[in-house]
């Protein structure tokens, strides 16, 4: 999986569980794709696209 496409499914699922943990997130997406990154990779990558906003949960 390319890293734009990791990212927009990251996107995807911080915007249909707006709030929720960047470690869940990064739980999701390991469901989801079977690629493994970390909570703090997740936030990282979130904040870097502008979606903070989804990311509400301190780490």
Known sequence: MDP???QQRLRRLAQAHPGE???T???R???????AITGQ???HILNRLGS???CH???
């Open 4 to 6: 734009p496409e990791l």
């Open 21 to 23: 943990h960047p470690y």
């Open 25 to 27: 997130l990064a739980l």
């Open 29 to 35: 997406l390991q469901v989801e794709t079977g690629k």
């Open 41 to 43: 990779q997740a936030k």
């Open 52 to 54: 903070d906003r989804f």
């Open 57 to 59: 949960a301190k780490t």
